[in-house]
C-alpha cells in the first residue's frame, strides 16, 4: 500500500521529477524490466501453488520487505513505496503504478488465471462458449476494477481503494460462481481448471481484504496521530 500525505496529485506532479528526462528508449526499457518483474512473480507464485502460505512466500522471493506488503512502513524516498525487486540499479527509475507490490501480485495472478482458462476457451469443444465468454469477461472486470483501486490507494484514498476492491470482490465471487455453475459439470476441461483456478481466486480474495484491513486502519487513525508523526 502506498500513504502519500496530500489527498490526491499536485497541478506540478510531473514537473517536479528532479533531473530525470526520459524519451521513449528509457521507457520502453523501464516498461521491459517491469514485465520481467511480473514475470518473476508468476515465476515463483507456480512454483509455490502447493503452500498454504504461498502469498507471503512469493512476497519474500520478490525481495519485498514488510512495510512493502503490508504498509506498515514508508520508503522515505517515495510516497508509494515501491516494491524492491533486488536490482539496488533501479532505485533511481521513477516510481509508477507498475511497481507497486499489489500491482504486480494482482496483475500476476491474474495473468496465470487468463492464460488457463483462454487455453480452454479457445475451443469450442471443451467449454461452451457463453460460458468461455462470462468468465473471461468477468476476469476483466474484476482486473480492472483491482487497478482502479490500487490506483486510488497510491493517492491515499483510502475510503475509494476500499469501495473499488468491493467491486472486484463482487466481480471475484461472480467468476466463482461461474465457475460452479452446474450445467458446466459435464465439460472435463472444466474439472482441471477449476481445481487450478478456484485457489488463485482466493490468493487474490485473500490480498484483497488484507489491503482493505489496512486501509481501515488509516481511516480510523486519529489525525492528532498523523500529525505527531509528522
Known amino acids: 500500500m502506498s500513504n502519500p500525505e496530500s489527498d ?10 528532479g533531473e530525470l528526462a526520459w524519451n521513449e528508449f528509457d521507457w520502453e526499457n ?3 524490466d517491469q514485465d520481467e518483474v511480473l514475470q518473476r512473480y508468476v515465476r515463483l507464485y507456480d512454483k509455490s501453488a502447493g503452500r498454504p502460505d504461498r502469498i507471503d512466500h512469493v512476497a519474500q522471493g520478490m525481495g519485498w520487505d514488510e512495510g512493502d506488503w503490508s504498509s506498515e512502513e514508508e520508503a522515505p524516498e517515495s510516497p508509494a513505496n515501491p516494491a524492491n525487486d533486488g536490482a539496488e540499479a533501479e ?18 495472478i491474474y495473468l496465470t488465471l487468463q492464460r488457463t482458462w483462454e487455453k480452454a476457451a479457445i475451443d469450442p ?4 462458449q457463453r460460458s468461455a465468454l462470462l468468465v473471461a469477461s468477468s476476469l476483466h472486470r474484476g482486473e480492472q476494477q483491482a487497478t482502479l ?4 490507494l497510491d493517492f491515499g484514498d483510502y475510503a475509494m481503494a ?5 467491486r472486484a470482490l463482487r466481480e471475484l465471487n461472480l467468476t466463482l460462481a461461474l465457475l460452479g455453475d452446474r450445467a458446466l459439470d459435464e465439460a472435463r476441461a ?8 478456484i485457489p488463485r481466486l ?11 484491513a489496512e486501509c481501515r486502519d488509516e481511516l480510523d487513525r486519529p489525525v492528532d496521530d498523523e500529525d505527531a508523526a509528522n
Open 125 to 128: 469443444a471443451k467449454l461452451p
Open 91 to 108: 532505485d533511481s527509475d521513477p516510481y509508477t503504478l507498475l511497481k507497486n507490490p499489489i500491482f504486480i501480485a494482482t496483475k500476476a
Open 162 to 166: 476500499i469501495s473499488l476492491l468491493k
Open 8 to 17: 490526491g496529485p499536485s497541478d506540478n506532479e510531473w514537473e517536479d521529477r
Open 190 to 197: 472444466l474439472v482441471a481448471l477449476r481445481e487450478d483456478m
Open 30 to 32: 523501464y516498461l521491459r
Open 202 to 212: 482466493f490468493d487474490l480474495r485473500e490480498i484483497w481484504l488484507r489491503v482493505m
Open 149 to 152: 483501486a490500487i490506483q486510488a
